[in-house]
Protein backbone atom coordinates (compact mmCIF):
# COMPACT_ATOMS: atom_id res chain seq x y z
CA UNK A 1 0.00 0.00 0.00
CA UNK A 2 2.89 2.24 1.00
CA UNK A 3 4.46 1.65 -2.76
CA UNK A 4 1.10 2.46 -4.21
CA UNK A 5 0.79 5.78 -2.25
CA UNK A 6 4.11 6.94 -3.36
CA UNK A 7 3.38 5.97 -7.19
CA UNK A 8 0.42 8.17 -6.84
CA UNK A 9 2.00 10.93 -4.97
CA UNK A 10 4.40 11.08 -7.92
CA UNK A 11 1.73 11.60 -10.41
CA UNK A 12 0.45 14.53 -8.33
CA UNK A 13 -2.63 12.80 -6.58
CA UNK A 14 -3.70 14.35 -3.27
CA UNK A 15 -5.24 13.54 0.12
CA UNK A 16 -8.05 15.58 -1.51
CA UNK A 17 -8.72 13.34 -4.59
CA UNK A 18 -8.19 10.35 -2.71
CA UNK A 19 -11.25 11.33 -0.07
CA UNK A 20 -13.34 12.77 -3.15
CA UNK A 21 -12.46 8.87 -4.95
CA UNK A 22 -13.53 7.14 -1.23
CA UNK A 23 -16.70 9.47 -1.47
CA UNK A 24 -17.83 7.66 -4.78
CA UNK A 25 -16.95 4.86 -4.10
CA UNK A 26 -19.23 4.73 -0.18
CA UNK A 27 -21.87 5.85 -3.15
CA UNK A 28 -21.54 3.32 -4.76
CA UNK A 29 -21.86 1.07 -2.20
CA UNK A 30 -24.16 2.17 -0.79
CA UNK A 31 -26.64 2.23 -3.71
CA UNK A 32 -24.99 -1.39 -4.72
CA UNK A 33 -26.57 -2.48 -0.98
CA UNK A 34 -30.16 -0.82 -1.88
CA UNK A 35 -30.18 -2.77 -5.12
CA UNK A 36 -30.26 -5.92 -3.48
CA UNK A 37 -33.95 -5.38 -2.30
CA UNK A 38 -35.01 -5.41 -5.80
CA UNK A 39 -34.71 -9.39 -5.53
CA UNK A 40 -33.24 -9.54 -8.93
CA UNK A 41 -29.71 -10.53 -9.37
CA UNK A 42 -29.28 -10.10 -5.62
CA UNK A 43 -26.06 -11.84 -5.24
CA UNK A 44 -24.44 -9.41 -7.88
CA UNK A 45 -25.34 -6.16 -6.03
CA UNK A 46 -24.19 -8.08 -2.52
CA UNK A 47 -20.59 -8.63 -4.40
CA UNK A 48 -20.25 -4.88 -5.44
CA UNK A 49 -21.11 -3.58 -2.00
CA UNK A 50 -18.45 -5.81 -1.05
CA UNK A 51 -16.34 -4.74 -3.85
CA UNK A 52 -16.78 -0.80 -3.01
CA UNK A 53 -16.41 -0.86 0.52
CA UNK A 54 -13.18 -2.99 0.29
CA UNK A 55 -12.15 -0.32 -1.90
CA UNK A 56 -12.84 2.09 0.42
CA UNK A 57 -11.01 0.98 3.02
CA UNK A 58 -7.88 1.12 0.37
CA UNK A 59 -8.44 4.66 -0.01
CA UNK A 60 -8.45 5.35 3.47
CA UNK A 61 -5.18 3.68 3.75
CA UNK A 62 -3.78 5.73 0.53
CA UNK A 63 -5.62 9.03 2.27
CA UNK A 64 -3.45 8.44 5.98
CA UNK A 65 -0.60 7.38 4.28
CA UNK A 66 -0.65 10.62 1.61
CA UNK A 67 -1.02 12.89 4.68
CA UNK A 68 2.23 14.19 6.41
CA UNK A 69 1.64 13.43 10.09
CA UNK A 70 3.91 16.43 11.07
CA UNK A 71 2.17 18.75 8.41
CA UNK A 72 0.01 22.04 9.02
CA UNK A 73 -3.36 20.75 7.09
CA UNK A 74 -4.78 24.05 6.38
CA UNK A 75 -8.92 24.30 6.90
CA UNK A 76 -9.35 23.56 3.23
CA UNK A 77 -7.52 20.67 3.41
CA UNK A 78 -10.07 19.52 6.61
CA UNK A 79 -13.03 20.28 4.75
CA UNK A 80 -12.11 18.42 1.68
CA UNK A 81 -11.04 15.24 3.63
CA UNK A 82 -13.97 15.41 6.61
CA UNK A 83 -16.76 16.21 4.02
CA UNK A 84 -16.29 13.25 1.53
CA UNK A 85 -15.84 10.32 4.26
CA UNK A 86 -19.27 12.03 6.50
CA UNK A 87 -21.17 11.87 3.17
CA UNK A 88 -19.97 8.33 2.38
CA UNK A 89 -20.27 6.89 5.76
CA UNK A 90 -23.81 7.83 5.44
CA UNK A 91 -25.29 7.11 1.97
CA UNK A 92 -22.99 3.65 2.67
CA UNK A 93 -24.99 2.95 5.93
CA UNK A 94 -28.11 4.33 4.55
CA UNK A 95 -28.39 2.19 1.82
CA UNK A 96 -27.13 -0.50 4.03
CA UNK A 97 -30.49 -0.19 5.91
CA UNK A 98 -32.76 -0.10 2.52
CA UNK A 99 -30.65 -3.79 1.69
CA UNK A 100 -32.68 -6.76 1.55
CA UNK A 101 -33.38 -7.98 5.16
CA UNK A 102 -32.12 -5.27 6.54
CA UNK A 103 -33.88 -2.45 8.84
CA UNK A 104 -33.87 1.42 7.14
CA UNK A 105 -33.89 2.87 11.05
CA UNK A 106 -31.21 0.83 11.73
CA UNK A 107 -29.42 2.20 9.02
CA UNK A 108 -30.21 5.03 9.80
CA UNK A 109 -29.00 5.28 13.27
CA UNK A 110 -25.84 3.32 12.29
CA UNK A 111 -25.22 6.22 10.01
CA UNK A 112 -25.65 8.93 13.03
CA UNK A 113 -23.59 7.28 15.23
CA UNK A 114 -20.79 6.58 12.89
CA UNK A 115 -21.07 10.81 11.95
CA UNK A 116 -21.13 10.99 15.70
CA UNK A 117 -17.60 9.77 16.42
CA UNK A 118 -16.61 11.25 13.74
CA UNK A 119 -17.62 14.61 15.26
CA UNK A 120 -16.01 13.60 18.67
CA UNK A 121 -12.14 12.26 16.63
CA UNK A 122 -12.05 15.93 15.32
CA UNK A 123 -13.28 17.39 18.42
CA UNK A 124 -10.40 15.54 19.73
CA UNK A 125 -7.72 16.13 17.32
CA UNK A 126 -8.56 20.31 18.04
CA UNK A 127 -7.87 19.95 21.34
CA UNK A 128 -4.63 18.53 21.04
CA UNK A 129 -5.41 14.37 21.36
CA UNK A 130 -3.65 13.54 18.54
CA UNK A 131 -4.79 12.34 15.04
CA UNK A 132 -4.15 8.84 15.92
CA UNK A 133 -4.90 8.87 19.59
CA UNK A 134 -8.44 10.44 18.77
CA UNK A 135 -8.78 7.99 16.22
CA UNK A 136 -8.55 5.41 17.94
CA UNK A 137 -11.74 3.02 18.86
CA UNK A 138 -13.79 -0.39 18.79
CA UNK A 139 -15.55 0.50 15.53
CA UNK A 140 -13.75 2.81 13.36
CA UNK A 141 -14.33 3.30 9.55
CA UNK A 142 -12.27 0.68 8.71
CA UNK A 143 -13.92 -1.51 11.29
CA UNK A 144 -17.68 -0.63 9.81
CA UNK A 145 -16.42 -0.97 6.44
CA UNK A 146 -14.68 -4.71 6.85
CA UNK A 147 -17.88 -5.67 8.70
CA UNK A 148 -20.28 -4.60 5.86
CA UNK A 149 -18.10 -6.64 2.97
CA UNK A 150 -18.27 -9.52 5.44
CA UNK A 151 -22.18 -9.39 5.77
CA UNK A 152 -22.32 -8.58 2.21
CA UNK A 153 -20.18 -12.33 1.72
CA UNK A 154 -22.52 -14.02 4.05
CA UNK A 155 -25.83 -12.75 2.48
CA UNK A 156 -23.93 -13.25 -0.99
CA UNK A 157 -23.67 -17.00 -0.72
CA UNK A 158 -26.94 -17.34 1.18
CA UNK A 159 -26.50 -17.91 4.69
CA UNK A 160 -29.94 -17.84 6.46
CA UNK A 161 -30.30 -16.74 10.03
CA UNK A 162 -33.16 -19.58 10.05
CA UNK A 163 -35.70 -18.63 12.96
CA UNK A 164 -33.94 -16.05 14.68
CA UNK A 165 -35.59 -12.94 15.12
CA UNK A 166 -32.60 -10.64 13.58
CA UNK A 167 -31.30 -11.17 10.08
CA UNK A 168 -27.90 -10.97 9.55
CA UNK A 169 -27.90 -7.29 7.93
CA UNK A 170 -29.42 -6.01 11.19
CA UNK A 171 -27.28 -7.85 13.49
CA UNK A 172 -24.37 -6.06 11.52
CA UNK A 173 -26.09 -2.66 12.00
CA UNK A 174 -27.19 -3.50 15.86
CA UNK A 175 -23.06 -4.36 16.14
CA UNK A 176 -21.94 -1.09 14.31
CA UNK A 177 -24.45 1.41 16.68
CA UNK A 178 -23.31 -0.40 19.62
CA UNK A 179 -19.75 -0.12 18.34
CA UNK A 180 -19.89 3.25 17.81
CA UNK A 181 -21.33 4.54 21.45
CA UNK A 182 -18.37 2.11 22.22
CA UNK A 183 -15.83 4.54 20.42
CA UNK A 184 -17.69 7.76 21.25
CA UNK A 185 -16.97 7.17 24.76
CA UNK A 186 -13.38 5.83 24.49
CA UNK A 187 -12.52 8.65 22.65
CA UNK A 188 -14.54 10.77 24.55
CA UNK A 189 -12.74 9.68 28.22
CA UNK A 190 -8.98 10.07 26.19
CA UNK A 191 -10.36 13.82 25.37
CA UNK A 192 -11.09 14.17 28.95
CA UNK A 193 -7.82 12.96 29.95
CA UNK A 194 -6.06 15.88 28.35
Keep these: MRRVSLFLMGIGVSS ?9 LGIL ?3 SFM ?25 IQVD ?6 FAERSLEDVFFN ?4 R ?24 AL ?43 AVGVSTGTYALTIPQVALWVIILGCVATILVRWLKIRNV
Excluded: K, N
Design 82 to 85: ELPE
Design 35 to 59: GTSEEFHLEVFWILGMVFCVLRIAC
Design 16 to 24: EMVAITGMI
Design 87 to 110: VSDAITLIGFGFAMDSSPWLGLAA
Design 64 to 69: SILQHP
Design 113 to 155: AAIFSAYVRSFGVSRGVGERSAARGPMTRVHRLALLSLTSILM
Design 29 to 31: AGL
